[in-house]
Each structure stands twice: as C-alpha cells, then as structure tokens.
C-alpha cells in the first residue's frame, strides 16, 4: 500500500530539493542597482561574502560596494543577469561538481584551491576570483 501511494504522489513532493539558490531581492534607483538580500545569499552559499562580492563585480564589470545589509552596484543591472551571474558562482564555488550537493568547503593545498566536499569527499581544484 505504500508504494502504491507513493508511485500517486505529484513529482514535486517525491523529488524536492533541500537546497535551492536563492534569488535576488533589489530594485532600481537612477543609476544604480540596489540588492537587499546579498548578504543572506552568500549565507545561503556559507562562503565568505567578500570573495562573492569580488566575483559578481567581476563578472558584471561594474563597480559597487557592500553597505551593511546592501549591496549598491555602480549601474542599471538587470534582475536576470545577475541572477544568471549568481548561478554560475554556485556551480563554480558552492556545488559539488562530482555529487552535485553544497555540503562544500573551499581549502588551500600546496597553493592551490580546493573545494572540497563534506558529503562525497571529493576534492576539485577551482580558480580563485
């Protein structure tokens, strides 16, 4: 009886994810681009909110700064983009490319960058921003 009522269940209760990325929360104001949950994103991600800040200015070419809980980016960005730019940070420093799970941790070895992961053991060389 419990298969059959699990085989009846929607797709989207038997295949739920724990872990999902989270999108921006921001708007626009003139010229620049004003993001309020930067902060509890690179939580979400438990890497150090420097490093992520370093790569979306890199990958957006556009100057900002990280102030308290806002990141003002120097230019009109939009919401997509940046979440596209989020995306690829999660695949490069947060997900696991073996396993495809965030239990992960960034190490240094022998001048090298690692992510290392917590759930499979498996350890991939990535580039620093």
Do not use: W
């Not at 102030?67 to 009109?76: P, T, Y």
């Not at 239990?103 to 070895?109: A, G, L, S």
């Amino acid at each position: 009886m419990l298969k059959k009522a699990v085989t009846e269940l929607p797709q989207s209760v038997v295949e739920k994810q724990r872990f999902e990325i989270p999108k921006i929360k921001g708007h626009i104001q003139g010229n620049t681009t004003v993001i309020t949950n930067f902060k509890q994103i690179a939580k979400t991600f438990s890497r150090d909110i420097s490093h992520f800040l370093k790569f979306i200015l890199k990958e957006l070419a556009t100057p900002g700064k990280f102030n308290g809980e806002l990141l003002i980016l120097g230019r009109k960005v939009s919401a997509n983009l940046i979440n596209e730019k989020i995306h690829k940070y999660a695949n490069i420093f947060v997900l696991c490319p073996i396993c495809g799970k965030p239990d992960t941790v960034i190490e240094t070895e022998k001048g090298m960058s690692l992510l290392k992961c917590t759930a499979c053991g498996s350890k991939t060389h990535i580039g620093i921003v």
